[in-house]
């Protein structure tokens, strides 16, 4: 069924076990749903957002996401490299994203605010003008990754090898810079 939901809430519902295929969300509110362990296949949700909802192991396979915010979802290990990235849009506040995969996208612009992205994989993957504000790193995967004009001042427990990655203009506070040097493995004071 192709059939488009405008302006439509859906609060406390349990779509694990539901594929919603073929169907395209605009302006939608998800409000402490259970996408958890399910799929969601060939979606489209354009300015919709996702509250307090739980996407944590969903398979997210050949859907597109424009304009789309998640504010204290839980998102583990959500392989979102699995999307169409056709005007890929989103912004993340207050998620748990551990072990989600962004791997080979392009995710300019994006927003992550007081976020834990704990073990995340960014290889290859574009994060131009990408804002990492109060986030935990620790553990995540920056290789072969374009973090031009991104912002890391307020990031915590990240680790960056600028031989491995593309930095230009890429913003770091005093006190981050143990994070550029950890492979050289000396002590900043």
């Given amino acids: 069924m192709n059939e488009t939901l405008f302006d439509k809430e859906f609060n ?3 779509f694990r076990d ?5 169907r395209e969300f605009e302006s939608c509110s998800f409000i402490a749903c259970d996408f958890s362990d ?8 354009i300015d919709c957002s996702f509250e307090e909802c739980n996407l944590s192991m969903c398979k997210i396979t050949d859907s597109s996401f424009r304009d789309v915010r998640f504010d204290r979802c839980k998102l583990n290990g959500v392989d979102f490299s699995q999307c169409n990235s056709l005007l890929f849009g ?8 551990s072990y989600a995969l962004f791997t080979a996208m392009n995710i300019e612009n994006t927003s992550f ?10 290889s290859g993957t574009d994060l131009t003008n990408a804002i990492f504000d109060g986030c935990d790193l620790n ?3 920056f290789k072969g990754t374009i973090l ?4 890391f001042c307020t990031a915590l427990n ?3 090898d600028p031989d491995l990655n593309f930095l230009k203009k890429t913003k770091f506070s005093q006190s981050g810079l143990t994070g550029l040097l950890e492979k050289y493995d000396i002590i900043v004071k």
Wanted: charged content about 25%; hydrophobic content about 30%.
């Fill in 18 to 22: 539901s594929q919603l295929n073929g």
């Fill in 113 to 122: 605010k007081n976020c834990n992205l704990k073990n995340c994989d960014f």
């Fill in 148 to 151: 031009h004009d991104s912002d």
């Fill in 90 to 97: 989103l912004s993340f506040e207050e998620c748990n994203l």
């Fill in 12 to 14: 406390r519902m349990d």
């Fill in 139 to 141: 553990g995540s995967v």
């Fill in 38 to 45: 399910g799929s969601i296949i060939n979606k489209i949700f």
């Fill in 158 to 160: 990240f680790s960056i």
